[in-house]
């Protein structure tokens, strides 16, 4: 009986393993920003799963970093701020991003500067009918 309950147990510790790898460990995250397009954010899992979200340019209104207290930490992440259809002037939804991987504030920033210069460039450019 003692070696069903301990097979019991090793099967179950490896499903769950198996599930905790396809759907929570995130091994990658990456950022692709087109300015005529929009964003896409990936997550590749350790299973080699892939997420993908695609936000249309339209819907962007700004590119930031936040600051949130964890702990008696202050950690950096960067976030996309979806613009309100019905209110051009407000933020309908918070985006956050790289929250696995939770990179330094050196890196956020120039992910940051990098994001800004492409929404520059699509404010700057003349908009076609």
């Given at each position: ?11 179950i510790?490896?499903i ?114």
């Amino acid at each position: 009986q003692n070696s069903v309950v301990l097979s019991a147990a090793i099967f179950i510790s490896l499903i769950g393993l198996i599930i905790y790898l396809h759907f929570v460990k995130i091994d990658q995250e990456s950022l692709l920003v087109i300015g005529s397009l929009g964003i896409q954010v990936t997550s590749s899992y350790a299973s080699g799963k892939e997420s993908t979200t695609f936000i249309e340019m339209g819907q962007v209104k700004d590119v930031v970093i936040n600051e949130a207290i964890h702990m008696q930490k202050v950690i950096y992440y960067l976030c996309i701020l979806l613009q309100d259809p019905e209110d051009p002037q407000g933020v309908s939804e918070v985006v956050p991003l790289f929250q696995s991987s939770k990179p330094r504030l050196d890196c956020l920033i120039e992910v940051y500067k990098s994001c800004q210069e492409i929404l520059e460039q699509r404010k700057t450019a003349p908009q076609s009918s």
